[in-house]
């Protein structure tokens, strides 16, 4: 298993980088690949090319992202480029996500282990970007992305999801602008 940690956004909400913004000492991109290789035999981070800072972090791989049409697109290159791989995936801008949750999905996919997708599900909205893909998740996600779905919403449904059905949790809110940092002060 392959663990994806995707940084390619373009932050236009934040007004810089995510996941090069620090949190207790360390980047968001870089905690992020810190919790994904405790479970994956190696750590990729998407980027765009125009993305400066990233070739700078200590023991960071880098997958460049040369289309740049969102995470569905990046997940569907990466596919190409390492079918015979499960994907952990984890978003940069969730600078709250624990050990346990990360735990948690892979054990949904031990107890399950013939689904696509591997998810949380908090109060009815689902999190595709702290996920487990499977091999037939990603080539069916590839298959949706050359048809022109780029987005979660469309693809999904197409997808057999584990759903892991939890309250809302503030591990699980995107920090997208500096309002939001507050939640980072606050916890």
Not at 70 to 87: N, V, Y
Not at 124 to 132: F, K, R
Not at 171 to 179: A, K, M, V
């Amino acid at each position: 298993m392959i663990g994806i940690v995707l940084s390619g956004g373009h932050s236009h909400r934040m007004g810089q980088d995510k996941g090069l913004m620090i949190h207790e000492g360390i980047t968001w991109c870089e905690r992020a690949a810190v919790l994904l290789a405790d479970f994956c035999d190696s750590v990729l981070v998407s980027v765009r090319e125009d993305q400066p800072g990233y070739a700078t972090l200590p023991g960071i791989k880098l997958l460049i992202d040369r289309k740049a049409s969102g995470p569905a697109t990046a997940l569907a290159q990466i596919h190409r480029l390492h079918p015979k791989e499960d994907l952990l995936v984890l978003a940069s801008d969730m600078p709250l996500i624990q050990k346990q949750t990360l735990q948690s999905l892979l054990e949904a996919r031990q107890d399950e282990p013939n689904m696509d997708v591997y998810m949380y599900e908090t109060d009815g909205h689902l999190q595709p970007l702290c996920s487990v893909y499977a091999q037939t998740g990603l080539a069916l996600l590839a298959n949706a992305v050359l048809r022109g779905r780029l987005s979660f919403k469309d693809i999904l449904p197409e997808l057999g999801l584990h759903r892991i059905l939890i309250p809302a949790s503030p591990e699980f809110f995107p920090i997208n602008s500096p309002g939001d940092l507050r939640l980072l002060r606050d916890l």
